[in-house]
Structure formats: structure tokens, C-alpha cells
């Protein structure tokens, strides 16, 4: 299964961007679909993630900014990021987990990353 990311972009604090990441092949169910994000010298982070029960969890830096959800064909997922601040300048990555319908095996796929830049 593979991932591929849009969005991203420069945009200035108070601005709005929204992430996708749609996912290839042959998928039989879904465990979890999230995002993450990291800033050079740190590690990455967990941003916001759904799971196949569409329960949803958010960093707390985020909480009532950001939202996560999933497309109607459910392999694609987004993060609405609203009232961005400088802070979540990163380059963000979309995660996903779950069984692959081709080879009935779990998948842990990363996204390419796509770099997220708020300007004060």
C-alpha cells in the first residue's frame, strides 16, 4: 500500500491549509489512518489519527484547530488545519495501518511528507 500526500504550502499565522493523503492498492480494512509531523532535530509526532471506528484523537497543540476525517471511499484521509501557527511549521506525514487485501497481511505505510510553513 502507498501513500501520497498534498497540501502543504506557506501560509501565514491565522491562515488555514488542509492535508490529503490518498492510499494505493488493494486495502481489505483499516486499523488506524493518521497524521504526524517533525521539525528537524526533533522527532516525529503524532498530530492527529482516526481509527476504523472513526474515534478520533489529536495532539493538544491542535485540539479545536485541526481536524481529521476520511473521504467516502475511506482511503483517503484529511487534516483540516485552521488558525495555523508558526509553531506547526513542519514537514507532516500521513500514516496508515491495516490489512492488505492482496496479500492478507498488515501494512504500516508513511506518506512522502509534505512541508507545512506558517509565517508570522
Known amino acids: 500500500v502507498q501513500l501520497q500526500a498534498y497540501g502543504g504550502g506557506l501560509v501565514q499565522a491565522g491562515g488555514s491549509l488542509r492535508l490529503s493523503c490518498v492510499a494505493s492498492g488493494v486495502i481489505f480494512s483499516f486499523n488506524s489512518m493518521g497524521w504526524y509531523r517533525q521539525v528537524p532535530g526533533m522527532q516525529r509526532e503524532l498530530v492527529a489519527k482516526?481509527?476504523?471506528?472513526?474515534?478520533?484523537n489529536y495532539a493538544d497543540s491542535v485540539k479545536g484547530r485541526f481536524t481529521i476525517s476520511r473521504g467516502n471511499a475511506k482511503k483517503t484521509v484529511y487534516l483540516q488545519m485552521n488558525s495555523l501557527k508558526p509553531e506547526d511549521t513542519a514537514v507532516y506525514y500521513c500514516?496508515?495501518?491495516?490489512?492488505?487485501?492482496?496479500?492478507?497481511?498488515?501494512?504500516?505505510?508513511w506518506g512522502q511528507g509534505t512541508l507545512v510553513t506558517v509565517s508570522s
Open positions: 482516526i481509527t476504523g471506528g472513526s474515534s478520533t
Open positions: 500514516n496508515v495501518q491495516g490489512v492488505d487485501g492482496d496479500s492478507w497481511t498488515k501494512f504500516d505505510s
